[in-house]
């Protein structure tokens, strides 16, 4: 087993912020996709916005999980999962090109957005990547899923990765934009270089209370300079923006989201529940399930190279970068190519 030191994402970061470029690499394939169309102006939409109007809601545990539900009960089911700060939204388009492909198609809300709500007022607003995790096993068992195509991206990204290395069985095949993504809190104790640590300014910001406060007065502005900055090509406008703002006019958005970033630093206590699987995912388990995996051009979030996780991945596996200015939210700026590899992923499985 390799150590920690070469497996922690944050310590393999190709780090792209502020106008830094991403590196390509021999041998990894390339896709040119077509960058998000420019808005006319700052305010319309140049279309029409697609809406997940029929929110289903469905218990677990812990959670009255909101999601989107699309396509034919009987299909072949897919689960995409959104990262932050983004919603269900990012893959609005994608299911509309799934679903017409005869697939069911489910995204639901992370725990603190949108409509996804704790059943008790007493449980810890907990962000550690565990806990998502299980969440959507807890959602598929609750709808009597065994198992599905996973895919994701940041957040997202991570949760499906952790699905998949942990319960392998519950996933048919998956599609991880920024490819591997699972760390530890152990890993993330060793300082980075400067430029390394200036592109996780965010998660420092958030230790702080200044930190805690500022997110909860500015959460709009925050996100959507974030999403300025991990996808500085993405011509996105405000329609398209209000539209996945709404998710974070949630009770537990602002405790989740800073409780998520103070726990991967260590300065956060998680629930001791979930120490049996953060003590299998510290160990960096290989994905042993057919998988793609995806990158933009013009990511300018922290993420790992490719050429640095491919071994990571042990069955059929499949590396795409997409060209053409593609950033951090590859779902909603390249849907067609992330539609693409959930199709290829589910023919890997089957093949």
Same mark, same amino acid.
């Given at each position: 087993?390799?150590?920690?030191?070469?497996?922690?994402?944050?310590?393999?970061?190709?780090?792209?912020?502020?106008?830094?470029?991403?590196?390509?690499? !021999?041998?990894?394939?390339?896709? *040119?996709?077509?960058?998000?169309?420019? =808005?006319?102006?700052?305010?319309?939409?140049?279309?029409?916005?697609? !809406?997940?109007?029929?929110?289903? *809601?469905?218990? !677990?545990?812990?959670?009255?999980?909101?999601?989107? $539900?699309?396509?034919?009960?009987?299909?072949?089911?897919?689960?995409?999962?959104?990262?932050?700060?983004?919603?269900?939204?990012?893959?609005? $388009?994608?299911?509309?090109?799934?679903?017409?492909?005869?697939?069911?198609?489910?995204?639901?809300?992370?725990?603190?957005?949108? !409509?996804?709500?704790?059943?008790?007022?007493?449980?810890?607003?907990?962000?550690?990547?565990?806990?998502?995790?299980?969440?959507?096993?807890?959602?598929? $068992?609750?709808?009597?899923?065994?198992?599905?195509?996973?895919?994701?991206?940041?957040?997202?990204?991570?949760?499906?990765?952790?699905?998949?290395?942990?319960? #392998?069985?519950?996933?048919?095949?998956?599609?991880?934009?920024?490819?591997?993504?699972?760390?530890?809190?152990?890993?993330?104790?060793? =300082?980075? =270089?400067?430029?390394?640590?200036?592109?996780?300014?965010?998660?420092?910001?958030?230790?702080?209370?200044?930190?805690?406060?500022?997110?909860?007065?500015?959460?709009?502005?925050?996100?959507?300079?974030?999403?300025?900055?991990?996808?500085?090509?993405?011509?996105?406008?405000?329609?398209?923006?209000?539209?996945?703002?709404?998710?974070?006019?949630? #009770? $537990?958005?602002?405790?989740?989201?800073?409780?998520?970033?103070?726990?991967?630093?260590?300065?956060?206590?998680?629930?001791?529940?979930?120490?049996?699987?953060?003590?299998?995912?510290?160990?960096?388990?290989?994905?042993?399930? =057919?998988?793609?995996?995806?990158?933009?051009?013009?990511?300018?979030? #922290?993420?790992?190279?490719?050429?640095?996780?491919?071994?990571?991945?042990?069955?059929?596996?499949?590396?795409?970068?997409?060209?053409?200015?593609?950033?951090?939210?590859? #779902? *909603?700026?390249?849907?067609?190519?992330?539609?693409?590899?959930?199709?290829?992923?589910?023919?890997?499985?089957?093949?």
């Amino acid at each position: 087993m390799e150590n920690q030191k070469g497996l922690n994402r944050r310590r393999f970061l190709s780090i792209a912020a502020m106008g830094a470029a991403i590196a390509k690499f !021999t041998g990894i394939n390339s896709l *040119q996709a077509k960058p998000a169309a420019k =808005p006319t102006n700052g305010i319309k939409p140049i279309r029409d916005l697609r !809406t997940f109007t029929n929110i289903k *809601q469905i218990k !677990t545990a812990l959670l009255d999980i909101g999601y989107a $539900d699309e396509g034919p009960a009987n299909g072949p089911v897919v689960i995409l999962l959104h990262g932050w700060p983004y919603d269900i939204h990012s893959f609005a $388009d994608v299911s509309s090109l799934l679903t017409a492909q005869g697939y069911r198609v489910l995204i639901p809300h992370l725990r603190g957005h949108g !409509t996804t709500r704790f059943l008790s007022a007493q449980t810890l607003r907990n962000g550690q990547q565990a806990a998502i995790a299980a969440d959507i096993i807890e959602f598929m $068992d609750s709808l009597k899923i065994k198992s599905a195509v996973i895919g994701g991206f940041d957040w997202g990204g991570r949760t499906a990765d952790i699905v998949a290395a942990l319960w #392998p069985e519950r996933c048919k095949a998956l599609v991880s934009v920024s490819g591997y993504l699972i760390g530890s809190q152990q890993g993330n104790k060793k =300082p980075l =270089p400067p430029v390394a640590e200036y592109s996780w300014w965010y998660q420092y910001y958030f230790a702080t209370q200044r930190g805690y406060d500022g997110y909860k007065a500015n959460t709009n502005d925050f996100a959507k300079l974030i999403w300025h900055t991990a996808s500085p090509k993405w011509n996105f406008d405000e329609a398209t923006f209000a539209r996945s703002a709404a998710s974070f006019n949630n #009770p $537990d958005h602002v405790d989740i989201v800073i409780h998520n970033y103070r726990w991967r630093l260590g300065i956060a206590e998680g629930e001791s529940k979930y120490n049996e699987y953060e003590n299998m995912i510290a160990t960096f388990p290989a994905i042993t399930v =057919p998988a793609i995996t995806l990158e933009g051009d013009s990511n300018s979030a #922290p993420h790992p190279k490719p050429a640095d996780y491919a071994a990571r991945f042990k069955n059929k596996y499949k590396h795409y970068t997409l060209e053409g200015g593609i950033g951090h939210n590859l #779902p *909603q700026e390249a849907p067609k190519a992330f539609a693409d590899a959930i199709i290829e992923a589910a023919s890997m499985a089957k093949g």
